[in-house]
């Protein structure tokens, strides 16, 4: 079983950056790939960013390209969300998910999820 902690959520300025992190218990965290979804209130979760175990490959989704930066610190069983120039539109609770499909987008991709973290960006 793996657990999943968020942290780093909060209020920030547009414009403003923020680094979430996911800490994952246990030791199988670098056979995971990793994801950060995100929901926005009345919205469906939505696949963020994704990478795989080794780092090799990223994913973003086209409104966080350049903006968001994914990574992962497999010694450390922590993966990070660095996200840069936030808009308010980014406003949503952030969760970290580990999984073993490449780019899955629905929740069924992903056995193991953090409780979230708010992220708020104001105008």
């Known amino acids: 079983q793996v657990q999943l902690v968020e942290s780093g959520g909060g209020l920030v300025q547009a414009g403003g950056s923020l680094r979430l992190a996911c800490a994952a218990s246990?030791?199988?965290?670098?056979?995971?790939?990793m994801a950060w979804f995100r929901q926005a209130p009345g919205k469906e979760r939505e696949l963020v960013s994704a990478?795989?175990?080794?780092?090799?490959?990223?994913y973003y989704v086209d409104s966080v390209k350049g903006r968001f930066t994914i990574s992962r610190d497999n010694a450390k069983n922590t993966g990070y969300l660095q996200m840069n120039n936030l808009k308010p539109e980014d406003t949503a609770v952030y969760y970290c998910a580990l999984g073993r499909t490449w780019v899955g987008r629905t929740q069924r991709d992903y056995p193991y999820w953090g409780q979230g973290t708010q992220v708020t960006v104001s105008s």
């Open positions: 990478i795989l175990y080794s780092a090799s490959a990223t």
């Open positions: 246990g030791r199988t965290f670098s056979t995971y790939i």
